[in-house]
Every structure is written in C-alpha cells, then in structure tokens.
C-alpha cells in the first residue's frame, strides 16, 4: 500500500485505488490494520479516514476529526494500531476512536537546537525521555530501533553519514532528571563534504545496515543510491544506484528491500552473507556487484502473497526462493507441512549453480530449528535435502546427532550412505544405536533393503516354497561337462542348508551394511568401538559371521549391488570388533562357541587354499590341456557312441 | 557300433541380432520380438517356448515397439516412421502406414485394443483406431516439444502417460491435452548437464506413473498431483524399460549394465494394508544392454543386445516342478541356418544378406573314441552368394549333391547351379525363375536333385522342376485337402522320391505323395508345435519331434503311428529327456544302421536306437561315460535306447555324411560373445 503526496492512495496495479477530494490532503501514510482487515488514513492532518476494500468512495467511509495533529499510525501485528501525534502524544485507535475529541497532550518540548528521544511504552503507559548528545551543524535524519533484552538500541542517521549506536535500558522507572545518551559511532559511510539527504536507515541484521539515500557532494550531481554496509568491517557490502529518484522511504520484510523508485515500487532481494573478512575485503570498488539483484519492478500484487513473495508467476531468480525458503525455515511458526511444500517447489526447480551451498544452507537452518524446537522435526524435508547427494557430514555437522536423537535409522542409513565423511565417533553412535533397536520396533521403517536382497529374502515367505532345484538343461555348469555325474545323478548331493539364519532381521541387516559400508580409519575408531556392549558386540560378530559364510558360498565372494558389503569390508570389521573386545569376548561363556564356529571356518578355508596351492601346478596344467584342445575352427575327431 | 569320424565345425560365424523390443500376450500366452535387424519372432509360451514363427528382417527396418491388439493382431512401428501390421499367419508385413510424425520411438494399444497411440520424434502422439483389416488415423493429441520417447495409457483408456525429455505429460485422451507436466531430474550423482531421457512408462491404474530414465532411475509418481513419490536408483548407466505385471504388483526393470531389477508391492508391516514398492531381486543374465522387459503372470522377461531372450520364472508363482520352473535362455534361432550337401561333403551357412558355402577338410588317418586326427585336407571357403536388395534371406537350401543352391527372400526366390571342379568353383543363376505371388518359408531339394520344393502360404508347398544344366521348369502347386491358412514351414522328402511331408503353422502334418502328386495323408493331430520332420529312407517311416520334446513314427505307406511309436507313448519318455531346454531342429538316418533315428538340439545330440530298451526314469538318461567303463558284455545289460552326446555344444546343425561320417556345426557363445560391441563405458578409477 503505497501513499504518495498527491492526494492519492493506490496501488500500482489497481487493486484497489482511493482518493480523497480535491481540497483534501493525505498527511499521513495509510496503512492496513491487520486484525480487522481495514485501512487508515488521516487527510488534513487531524481527520481519520477507516474504510474496507469494498468501499469504494473514501468521501463515505467512516471519519472522525481529532483534536490533534496526527503524525503517523503504525500498525504492528496481533495488536491495536498506534496513532502517533505532533506533538508527540500516542494513542490506540481503539481508544482514541472511543472518544475522537479528547484532549491531546503535548509532549514534546521546544528547545531550539537540542534533539530529544521519547520513548514511549504502551500498556502500560510510560514514557522515556532522552536528550541526544549535542552535535555541532549535522543533525539526525532517520532513525531505527530494536529491542533485544530488555535493551533498546537505536541507530541513528546523521547528515554527516554517520550512523551512531545509542543504548537505552527499558527497565528503569523514570528518572526525575533529563538524561543525555551518549552515542557511539557505528558507522561512517562518507568522506569529507559529502552530505547525506533525505535518508532512511534499514538494519539488516546484526552486521548489516542498509541506507536509502541522496549523496550530495557539490562539485557532481546528487546520486541517489540503496547501499548495503558492513558495520563489523565498515565496509560498504554493495549499493545500487537509482537514477530515477525515491520517495527517501525504504522497507525491510522478508529479506526484500520495498522502495518507490520513479513512478514504480520496486522489490530487491538482498542477502546477506555471515561476515567474514574476505567477504568484506575488496568490495569499495566494486559498487556494482550481484550480492543485491533487482527482482522485478513491478511487484504482481495479485500474487503477492503474505509469505511468498516471490511467486511462480513473477519472473524471478532462483535465489528469490532459496531466501523465501530460508525464510520460512527459521520462522518459528511455520507447520512443518508448510516447509514441506516450500522444499518441493524448491528442489522441483533448482538446477542453479551453487545448489550445494543452498542445501546446505536450508538444511542447516532445520536442523538448528529441530535442536531448540524439541517437537520440530521435518523428516521428510530432511530426507529430501539428503537425496539431492550434494550434502556431506561437514555442511551439517549436527543433522546426524538430530537424527540419532530421535532415532530416526532411515535418515541415518541415508547419510552412512551418502556422507563421504562421518566422523568414526559418529559412525560408532549409529552402531551402537542400530545394535540396540529391537528388530521388531524396525519393522515398518523405512530402511532401504537393497543391500540385503542378495543374501535375505525379503518377500513375504508364507507362498514361497523352497526354491526346488531345477533342471537348467543347457546352462547347469554340472551338464556342461560331458556326461560328468552320470552316475551319481540319482545321488546328488544336496546343497546343504546354511545351518545359520540370519541372527538380524532385514531392515537391521540394511542399516548394519551401511555402517560396514562408511570409511573410516583404524585408529580413530578403535577407541570408540571399545564403547559397545558385550551383548552388541556378539550379535555384531554373528551377523559378521552370516556375511562372512554367505559371501564364501559364491565363487565370486561378492554380493552383488552398489550398497552391499564386500568381504574386505566384512572381514576388516571382524578383526577390528575382536581387537577392541578381545579380552571381554575371551571372557564370555556365550562368545565360545561363535568363536569356535569362526576358527573352525576360517581353518577350513585356510587348509583349502593351502591344497589348492599344492595343486597350482595341475590346476594350470589342466587348463592349459584345455586350451589345447579348445584350437581352430575346425578340427576331425573320433567319436564313439556305445 | 557307433563309431564316427566328427567334422567339428566352427567357423559359421553366425551373429545373432539384438533385442529390440518384445511385447508379451498373456491372452495368447505369446511373446512377440523384434530384434535390431528388423526381423521378428513370436514364441509360443503354452509350446515350451517353442519359436513358432519368424519374419525375416529388412535393411530399413528398424521396430522400436511392438504390440498386440484387436485380440490377436500384432503391431509394429520404428524409426522409419510407418506403423505396420504383421499378418502372422503368412509371415510377413501385411501393409505399413506413415505415422507423419517422423520416427517413430513408442506405441501401445489402448486397454480395449480398439486404439493404438504412437509416440513420434516429432512430439506428437497420435491416435490410430484398429478397424478389421487395417489401422487408420483418428486424431493427435496437442503436440508438444521434444520427441516422445515412451508412452502407456491409463487401465481407463482415458489418460496417457508421455515420457520425453526431461519430461513426463499425462495427456487426457478425450480432449486431447497435456493436463499435467512433470519435470524428471536430470541429476543423480552430481551431474546435471546431459538430458534425462523417459525411456519407459507404464501408468498403474490407481493413478501412479512408473518412469524408467537414462539418468538410471526408476521413479514412482503421483500423475493427479505431479508429484514425486519415490526415487530407486538401480544403475549408474540407464534404465531402459519396464514393465508391470497384470495385478500390478511386481515391475520389472531392465539397465544398461545388462542387469534385470524386481520391483514388488509389499506391506509396509507383517498384515498390514498399506504396502509399499520395494526393490526385491537383481538379476545379471545379461551383458549388455537391456533393451526389452515383459512380465508374463509367472516370469519376467528380458531381451538384451547381447542377442538373449532369457525367461526367468519366479519362483513364488510356480506350483512344483515344472516346465515353466526353470530360467530358460534362448540365443539361438529354433530353426535351421544350415544345409549340407551330403554326397559332396558342403556346407551352406545361411546369413541375413548372403549364403557361405564351404567343403569340409579330409583326413587320411583313423583313431579311436576321442582322438583327434590330423587334417590332411583343410576345410575351404569355396563361394559367398550376396543377396541383392534390403530383404533379408529367410530360407535357403543346397541339393545333396552341391549343384543346386536356391534361397528365398520375402519377395524373391533365387536359383543357382554350382559347379565344383578340381578345386575351381563357377557358379551360375537360373534365369527365369518362376515368380511366387507369396514368400517361400522353407526351401527343400529332392534326394536325387530333380526337384525343388517351396514351402508356402496356405498350407501350399511349391514344387520346381530342376533342369540340366541350369534351369527350372514351371511351378506346380500341391495343396492340402483342408483349406488351411497357415503357411508351411517345415518339409521332409522321402528318399525315394515318393513322399513328401509339410508341416504348417497350425501344427498339421501333410504327406503328398509325389508319384501320384496328390496328398495322401494327415498324420493325426497333436497339440503341439512340430520341431523337426524327417522320412527314413529305407522304411519311409516319418518321424516327427513335437516342442514338448515327444517323438512320433508314423508309417506313411500304412498312414497309421508304428508299433515302435506306440510303444514309446504306452511307455513313456524319459523325464531328463522330457525336460530338455530347446526342442529339436534337426533329425537325419543312418542308412548303413536302420533301426537309428539322429536327433540334435541345442545342447546335444542324439542316437535314438530304436532296438534297444526305452530307458525309465531310474536310469540315468546319460549313461555313455558309464557304459563306456563297463565290458563288452556288461554294457548289453545297461544300455539303453538314448544315446546321447553332450560333448559338442551349442550345436546349429548335425548331419550325417554318405560316406558315414558325421559334421557338426558349433557356435561357441564366447565367440558370440567377443564379436559383440564392448558394454556400458564404465568409470574406472585412475583411468
């Protein structure tokens, strides 16, 4: 909603346009009381105007005179708008529309030459006075203020483009005496002659400042420019020059610059990056940089919603969206179905250069809101944001603690999948909690299976017999060989079951692969391994065993797929689980026999390699025996059928 | 008793063509497939598989879909842009209709068959309706950018699913326009640069959109929001295709890593209702790429470019021990790709585009059981016949004595004289060979190579006077006395010039007799496909193989089954014989040793010793390692009447020479192997 000095109050593509009658003059901004859906204004000075959007003459509309010359009313969310006076009185509209011809107090004091800063407090009513530090030939052109701990800071404007710091504690009952705040310099944004005109002052964040203004250095013509500064470095972050001239008012939501440059309003997207000395270094020169981009000039208002401002509809840079996302994540009342659906559209869209970057950004800020929220967890945003595979564990170094708060195992399972480098304490964490998850408590999470299909079967067995052994004429190996088990065909050794069943059930199989799957390095994990529990450790060494007996089934002893273990990693894992434990699982009655049953096998596979490597020499003989028969294209031989 | 000098060829470098596409019948229990050379295959799946029909390729012909409609039509379409109907029972294209959409990259038939919507390069998808005896144009849906790469219509008939380019539509069918645009992700391992190709799309009825990309995804969605809603990377390559089974409960996936991918419906828990598409089973049969996927209700189905058609049961919907319970691989055609000239030791090798003939070498020495004799006369390449045109041979035959050689294209026979002499070839085309109004299917000379005879539509078999010292005389046509409308593929002369019998596409058995050029007979129905025919020649007994591996003699002077026959059906055949994997394609005698009957399939052959005792299902079918260690004396009391050898495989052909010595001709798959295109490019590390 924008009011211009031309007795006119109307919106750039007319939503809705109102305006007072000839003789009249708007000498107030209008604005919106959110709480009821109305508009105010004050023409002449000391009448209100309230009207809704279906009234369509602002002659008709409700009005009350007041007594008073009105200043400005601002309207805050969620209470009664303020109607602030000339002379410095404030009042709620409420009780000021309860009685328009109340007496209106005058407040502030006429010292020529000296500055004053009312503070006044609402419900209750207590009012602050502050005299400003004398400063000689500049006086204050805008100023900005917030509340942080009970302390008000104000930041003040100077026309010798100086931004000053002033502290004013809120506490204090009002002191008889006038009190004189001593400001310090914040900020010195111009050099020498130069003087600042018609400015207004913006806080960006704690290191950020912007400021509307007109630069007036006499020898060149005045400029009008939106700049960004850096208070930590004092440096200037970036600026924009706006050639067609301001109304000199500039607002802040949602990380967008609101500003009328010329006869439109203009939106400008800004971020602003944590300060770091080599962001701030070397910018002076370059005014001109992509750190702020004009989004569009003409703002939809038709789509211009109370979050989203940077709709689907508006053309728009994608880093439009990644703040409206950064936004919403760190509001604290957005649901989590709201994020959701953000996240979507985001990653619907998002092929832009520094992709990871934002990601990591986003995710970053979830996780932040998920350790101070207790009840706030996104999974399913997280598990999104994970997919997109340009994060690692060191853009996000607390989502895997989050997540082994809550024990979430899928989202764990993702990030030993995905992440390249999870720390070994951290790799340990999700061991120890995978050991101690009941299979049943797993049973209908989400755990990828893949890594298991090969070894577990994971369809629901009650219709699946026993896979019968069938005849695969030309393809059995044992056929291949002429005639080789004629007579032992009836007597055909059956493959014997694997005595053991898996002691884990499938999703636990799966999560277990993933932590056999992450890198790590002995001797940083080590240390962490001997954390396990006695009982962890034998149901780990058992499953180990599982793989370990599976995997040598094959002749390729490979699982097949990108996610299952192979044996080094299994073998490896086993050594160094009985490095950690070796005098407990010494000690235990109930690691005898998983101990015996693992030398047994591994003395058996010793013993069959060593006979093989006895007969090397035959083996190679054979072959070569082979190769010599298997000559030409064409060969006569002797056959007799009997 | 058997004893043999065995001419092991290998030098017929037979090249199987790639799988293209197939398209699966559950009505027909059917499997249609197109290879990359254009030609075409329907395996009967009731017949144990049985390869019962062929199309010959075409030069310009390349099918990128296949499908059946209308009940039992099958459809083809590919990149030349035309849609073509396959008139199966005269096996050949039966007329071919521009899509004008430029190539053609997908089609599927609406689930009444009454519609057929194609996917052009151009971006459009247009409509075709089935009328009885052709297709015709009805409308386009809203053309849109990007070539339509993969199509499937909703179960209603009323949505389309279109995968393009980085890009999934769902069209509605009665208006004609996209109602919903998803974008596929380009990215899975960091890269997004290169497009992301829908290779495959398959619209489950409840609304889900199953998309298979080069990107190597499988991806479910939701096609009423747009929205995504699950991600399966199963390869770092592409996924090329898939396909859900009828229940749609269990989706098949082929990549190009040759790897096979089960996708089933499970419960989220143990009970309950909510369930969940899990990735179930990998399969790597394959080398290279999997280009076609079809789920039959009882298996999945999966052809590569590495030339395999493999049928992998699962195992969960098999009731016992059966046919059907076993992974069958098919890499070899069920046909016959060779013929031999008996009397003058040649072989004729048949390729897509030309005819190798060869003589065989000779040996001067003798040995005894597995020896290996020195050759003293090389095998010799002696000609290469080019076929002219961009049809692909069908059929061809050489005359026992190696002077004749005719081959037939679909549109063409070809006749030539070949003279042998000292080592010098000549070779000369018959001119004036009669025209055939249809293709021949099989071409078949006398024994003693007066006469030619052309296997041909109708239950009709040609037959061609041949003339000295180059030339034919005019056509004479038998017929059979039903009027049946399947074209003859399979023919056996007797050798005394009396008999001939054909085997046609309805699995009838017709014996004309020659002498009286009328038919004599029909050999009582059987209910499955014939493999092999062939007359003895000193009874003029006919002996059939049926795909269900059963061997039939039936006595053509007496028109009833033999005793031995009878016999062999009372007794039963044995169980290992029974569950053999391909059917025979090939049966030939030994005139010096009547009572044997020499069989072959893929993986063996075998002497059939009708005096001997049929074996029972106790006794090893296989037994000649065994016999081989007993005596003289023993062995009587073991042997049996299979005499089966496995020590040459996979075997094309088997015959036997007239001076008694037998050829065989192997195609090592390794060999097959080494020819093809190397697979998938895969990263390796450091390189």
Same mark, same amino acid.
């Given at each position: ?116 800063? #009312? ?20 006086? =204050? ?16 404007? #100077? ?91 500039? @607002? ?274 080590? =240390? ?19 793989? #370990? ?23 490896? @894992? ?69 | ?309 493999? %049928? ?40 897509? *585009? ?43 035959? %050489? ?144 002996? %059939? ?126 060999? %097959? ?7 998938? *490019? ?6």
């Amino acid at each position: 909603m924008l009011t211009e000095q031309n007795r006119k109050v109307s919106d750039q593509k007319p939503l809705g346009c109102w305006s007072v009658k000839q003789d009249q003059t708007i000498t107030c901004p209008a604005v919106c009381n959110f709480e009821t859906g109305e508009y105010i204004a004050v023409h002449d000075d000391k009448v209100l105007r309230i009207w809704k959007d279906e009234d369509v003459n602002l002659d008709k509309v409700f009005r009350a005179t007041l007594t008073a010359d009105v200043y400005r009313i601002h309207s805050v969310p969620h209470t009664e708008p303020l109607v602030l006076f000339k002379g410095g009185a404030v009042r709620t509209l409420d009780a000021l529309l309860a009685a328009p011809q109340q007496e209106i107090e005058n407040v502030i004091s006429d010292e020529n030459g000296n500055y004053f800063v #009312y503070v006044q407090k609402v419900n209750p009513n207590i009012l602050h006075k502050y005299k400003l530090e004398q400063e000689e030939s500049f006086h =204050p052109l805008s100023f900005t203020a917030y509340t942080k701990n009970k302390i008000l800071t104000l930041l003040c404007l #100077y026309s010798n483009g100086c931004v000053y710091k002033l502290l004013m504690s809120l506490q204090q009952r009002v002191p008889e005496e006038e009190q004189i705040l001593s400001k310090s310099l914040l900020l010195k944004m111009v050099v020498s002659d130069t003087v600042l005109k018609g400015a207004s002052l913006a806080i960006l964040d704690k290191d950020h400042v912007a400021v509307l203004g007109c630069l007036d250095s006499p020898p060149n013509i005045a400029k009008e420019c939106l700049s960004i500064w850096n208070t930590k470095f004092q440096t200037l972050q970036t600026s924009k020059e706006l050639p067609q001239g301001t109304s000199g008012q500039l @607002w802040c939501y949602g990380e967008k610059f609101f500003l009328t440059h010329g006869k439109v309003l203009t939106v400008i997207v800004y971020k602003c990056e944590t300060s770091s000395l080599a962001t701030a270094v070397g910018k002076l020169k370059d005014t001109q940089t992509s750190g702020m981009r004009t989004v569009s000039s003409y703002v939809n208002w038709n789509t211009l919603q109370e979050e989203d401002l940077a709709s689907p509809h508006a053309q728009q840079s994608v880093a439009a969206k990644t703040e409206s996302k950064r936004t919403v994540s760190f509001r604290d009342d957005s649901s989590q179905h709201d994020i959701e659906e953000e996240l979507r559209q985001f990653l619907s869209n998002a092929q832009m250069s520094d992709f990871q970057a934002t990601v990591g950004y986003i995710i970053t800020g979830l996780v932040n809101r998920c350790k101070t929220e207790p009840t706030f967890y996104p999974r399913h945003c997280l598990v999104q944001l994970i997919q997109t595979q340009g994060l690692s564990y060191s853009l996000c170094p607390d989502l895997m603690a989050v997540a082994l708060d809550k024990t979430d195992v899928h989202l764990l399972q993702l990030c030993l999948q995905q992440f390249p480098d999870v720390p070994e304490a951290v790799t340990c964490a999700c061991l120890k909690s995978f050991l101690s998850i009941s299979d049943d408590s797993l049973q209908g999470t989400n755990v990828n299976l893949d890594s298991v299909i090969s070894f577990i079967d994971i369809t629901p067995n009650d219709q699946v017999e026993k896979q019968t052994e069938t005849v695969q004429n030309g393809f059995s190996s044992a056929l291949m060989e002429e005639d080789s088990c004629d007579i032992q065909l009836t007597q055909k050794p059956h493959v014997v079951d694997t005595e053991e069943l898996c002691p884990v059930g499938p999703q636990k199989a799966a999560l277990l692969n993933a932590i056999l799957h992450s890198a790590y390095s002995e001797t940083f994990l080590l =240390p962490h391994l001997k954390d396990l529990s006695a009982q962890q450790v034998i149901l780990f060494l058992r499953y180990l065993q599982f793989l #370990y007996i599976k995997c040598s089934e094959k002749v390729s002893t490979d699982f097949p797929g990108m996610l299952s273990p192979t044996i080094n990693q299994i073998m490896d @894992w086993m050594c160094l689980l009985l490095d950690a434990h070796f005098t407990v699982v010494v000690m235990l009655p109930e690691a005898k026999g998983l101990l015996f049953s693992l030398h047994k096998f591994v003395r058996a596979q010793v013993r069959f390699c060593s006979e093989l490597n006895k007969i090397e020499g035959s083996l190679q003989e054979l072959q070569r025996i082979k190769h010599q028969k298997d000559f030409g294209l064409y060969s006569i031989e002797m056959l007799e059928l009997v | 008793m058997g004893e043999f000098q065995v001419h092991r060829v290998r030098f017929f470098a037979y090249m199987p063509a790639g799988i293209r596409c197939v398209a699966h019948s559950a009505r027909s229990a059917r499997l249609a497939l197109a290879r990359t050379d254009g030609a075409l295959e329907v395996y009967n799946f009731a017949a144990n598989y049985f390869q019962e029909k062929g199309i010959p390729g075409h030069e310009t012909r390349s099918t990128e879909a296949l499908c059946w409609a209308a009940g039992d039509r099958l459809f083809g379409a590919g990149l030349g842009g035309d849609i073509s109907e396959y008139d199966l029972e005269k096996l050949r294209v039966k007329y071919s209709l521009d899509g004008f959409g430029g190539p053609i990259w997908s089609m599927a038939a609406d689930p009444s068959g009454t519609q057929l919507a194609v996917g052009c390069e151009d971006g459009s998808v247009k409509l075709f309706q089935v009328l009885p005896d052709k297709i015709q144009f009805e409308r386009s849906l809203d053309r849109q950018k990007g070539r339509v790469m993969s199509l499937s219509w909703h179960p209603s008939g009323t949505r389309i699913a279109v995968g393009s380019i980085d890009l999934l539509r769902v069209f509605d069918v009665k208006s004609g326009h996209a109602i919903q645009r998803i974008l596929v992700d380009r990215r899975l391992q960091g890269l997004y640069s290169c497009e992301c190709v829908v290779w495959s799309v398959a619209f489950l009825s409840d609304g889900t959109i199953v998309s298979s990309d080069s990107v190597g995804k499988v991806q479910f969605w939701d096609s009423e929001k747009g929205t995504l809603l699950e991600t399966h990377p199963v390869s770092s390559s592409a996924a090329l295709c898939l396909a859900v089974s009828e229940e749609e409960d269990s989706i098949v996936v082929g990549t190009s890593e040759g790897a096979v991918y089960q996708f089933q419906l499970l419960p989220v828990k143990w009970g309950s209702a909510e369930s969940k598409w899990v990735r179930t089973k990998p399969f790597q049969h394959h080398t290279h790429d999997v280009r076609a996927v079809a789920h039959s209700a009882t298996a999945l189905i999966s052809g590569g470019l590495d030339a395999q058609l493999v %049928i992998r049961p699962l195992m969960e919907k098999m009731h016992g021990k059966g046919y059907d319970a076993a992974l069958r691989k098919f890499t070899f055609p069920h046909r016959r790709l060779v013929s031999c000239a008996k009397k003058a030791g040649l072989l004729l090798f048949q390729f897509p *585009q030309h005819l190798e003939l060869w003589r065989l070498g000779a040996t001067s020495s003798a040995g005894k059981d597995g020896d290996i004799l020195p050759v003293s006369r090389a095998p010799e390449h002696l000609l290469q016949l080019k076929s002219k045109g961009p049809e692909h041979i069908c059929c061809s035959c %050489i005359s026992l004595c190696g002077s004749w050689i005719a081959y037939s294209t679909a549109s063409r026979l070809h006749l030539h004289r070949v003279h042998v002499e000292n080592g010098s070839v000549s070779v000369k085309r018959v001119p004036k060979v009669p025209k055939l109004l249809c293709s021949a299917h099989q071409l078949l000379c006398s024994a003693d190579s007066t006469s030619l005879f052309v296997a041909s539509d109708q239950g009709a078999v040609h037959v061609l006077k041949l003339l000295e010292p180059g030339g034919c005389g005019p056509l004479q046509t038998l017929r059979p006395n039903s009027g049946s409308p399947e074209a003859v593929y399979l023919l056996a002369a007797s050798a005394d010039g009396d008999w001939l019998a054909a085997a046609g596409g309805d699995w009838e058995v017709n014996v004309y007799s020659l002498r009286h050029f009328k038919p004599h007979c029909t050999v009582p129905a059987y209910h499955c496909a014939v493999t092999a025919l062939a007359i003895h020649p000193v009874t003029n007994n006919l002996v %059939i193989t049926h795909s269900d591996q059963q061997v039939f003699e039936f006595s053509i002077p007496d028109r009833e089954y033999t005793t031995w026959s009878r016999k062999v059906q009372q007794h039963g055949l044995h169980r290992g014989w029974l569950e053999r994997d391909t059917p025979i394609t090939h049966i030939t005698f030994n005139p010096n040793q009547p009572a044997h009957i020499l069989l072959h399939d893929t993986h063996m052959f075998c002497i059939l010793d009708k005096s001997l005792p049929l074996p029972d299902d106790a006794t090893p079918l296989m037994n000649q390692t065994a016999l081989k260690q007993l005596s003289e004396k023993a062995r009587r009391g073991h042997a049996h009447a299979f005499k089966i050898c496995k020590k040459y495989q996979p075997l094309l052909f088997v015959d036997l020479l007239e001076e008694g010595s037998l050829v065989v001709v192997e195609r090592p798959l390794m060999d %097959i192997k080494t020819q093809l295109p190397p697979p998938v *490019q895969q990263k390796k590390f450091g390189t």
